[in-house]
């Protein structure tokens, strides 16, 4: 039985389905998520005397409920709760990647920032300063080749320091303007009575803040219904490697 979990996060077409077959082999299975047509692989991996489960999360820009894709992601890392979440970042265009880095740290600290693609970027004489971004970000960050296997390694190591928990990252915190910090401050409270500290509260404020139904759906059904994880209905159609 895997001992941890760990979603795989990240824009489409950043080597997370690369790293994925990596890591798992033929030691993976796909199928749709629960009622949607999204696909979903989920796989096992060991390292260091420990098992973990991966999920290949579809690839997304934001978390912010405008497509399928990203409620599935988004509803997977704040109700399914993975033990550590890597968030693949295309090593090319930092920039426009770090946005959903951004997003998933305010959903959980439990994170580890993988900016693959390395080996392209030094092909374009790309420098990436490694210790400036982790500084920033608060998390563990690491730069890895998925396709040539470089800093795997590495990678699996801050995975288990935090799944683990020998180390508790901090992520950076985002402040908004006056206005909103004002409006969140007045709201926290009222999500901590009503769903306890099982969710991000801060994060919830935000996205009801911007109106977000869909988010408030899945929560509704979340607390109405005796849900089994979705997880589980994913059938084994074989052993295909993912894309
Ligand atoms: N040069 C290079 N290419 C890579 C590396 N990792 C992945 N790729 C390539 O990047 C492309 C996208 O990889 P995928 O693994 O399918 O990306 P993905 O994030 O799963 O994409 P979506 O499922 O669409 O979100 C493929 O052509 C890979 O071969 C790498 O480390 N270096
Ligand atoms: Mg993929």
Redesign the pocket.
């Known amino acids: 039985m895997s001992q941890y979990t760990v979603a795989l996060a990240?824009n489409?077409?950043?080597?997370?389905?690369?790293l994925f077959n990596t890591l798992t082999g033929l030691r993976q299975h796909t199928g749709n998520w629960a009622g949607k047509t999204v696909m979903m692989a989920e796989g096992e991996f060991s390292y260091d005397d420990t098992t973990f489960r991966m999920i290949d999360l579809?690839?997304t820009y934001s978390l912010y409920s405008n497509s399928t894709d990203e409620e599935v992601a988004r509803d997977y890392i704040i109700f399914e709760k993975p033990d550590v979440t890597i968030v693949?970042l295309d090593a090319t265009s930092l920039e426009r990647n770090l946005n959903l880095a951004l997003q998933v740290l305010e959903m959980t600290n439990r994170v580890v920032v993988c900016i693959?693609?390395i080996?392209?970027a030094k092909r374009l004489g790309v420098r990436i300063d490694l210790q400036k971004i982790e500084q920033r970000l608060g998390v563990p960050t690491v730069a890895?080749?998925?396709?040539?296997r470089i800093g795997i390694d590495k990678l699996l190591k801050q995975v288990k320091l935090i799944a683990s928990g020998q180390i508790n990252p901090r992520p950076i915190h985002i402040q908004y303007s006056d206005d909103i910090e004002r409006k969140l401050a007045e709201l926290e409270p009222s999500i901590r009575e009503n769903l306890g500290s099982q969710y991000p509260t801060r994060w919830i404020a935000l996205r009801l803040l911007d109106g977000d139904e869909s988010l408030l759906s899945s929560l509704k059904k979340r607390m109405t219904e005796e849900t089994s994880s979705p997880m589980k209905e994913v059938a084994s159609y074989g052993r295909t490697a993912c894309?």
């Open positions: 990240g489409p077409n950043t080597g997370k389905s690369t579809p690839g693949v693959n693609l080996d392209e890895i080749s998925a396709r040539n894309h």
